[in-house]
């Protein structure tokens, strides 16, 4: 059975810095575009970044040149690098990603979700 299990979170001043990891575990033939997605409270879920198979990347607005996005095909694992915090960065993280994997014959995407790991920016 494949999960994703992040780690990384916690509480930090603003201004600091966290890195969040994505890792992929079970049987699956690889790992497709991933990305990384909060949801504060009483607010919807957004994406923040992503990242594809072959390393192109795209970010929130509100991030750009804060948050860095990586992923380690070795270890199946994705990182999210978070620098320069603010309160407004508050939320629960998800990360997300399409996993290939075979069923039978026929390799097939699957959609995946992290069970969210909490990111508190206060002072």
């Known amino acids: 059975q494949v999960q994703l299990v992040e780690s990384g979170g916690g509480l930090v001043q603003p201004g600091g810095s966290l890195r969040l990891s994505c890792a992929a575990s079970?049987?699956?033939?690889?790992?497709?575009?991933t990305g990384w997605y909060r949801q504060a409270a009483g607010k919807q879920r957004e994406l923040v970044a992503s990242i594809s198979s072959g390393g192109i990347t795209n970010y929130a607005d509100s991030v750009k040149g804060r948050f860095t996005i990586s992923r380690d095909n070795a270890k199946n694992t994705v990182y999210l690098q978070m620098n320069s915090l603010k309160p407004e960065d508050t939320a629960v993280y998800y990360c997300?990603?399409?996993?290939?994997?075979?069923?039978?014959?026929?390799?097939?995407?699957?959609?995946?979700w992290g069970q969210g790991t909490q990111v508190t920016v206060s002072s």
């Open positions: 079970g049987r699956f033939s690889s790992i497709g575009a």
């Open positions: 997300n990603a399409a996993i290939r994997l075979w069923v039978g014959v026929n390799l097939i995407v699957n959609d995946y």
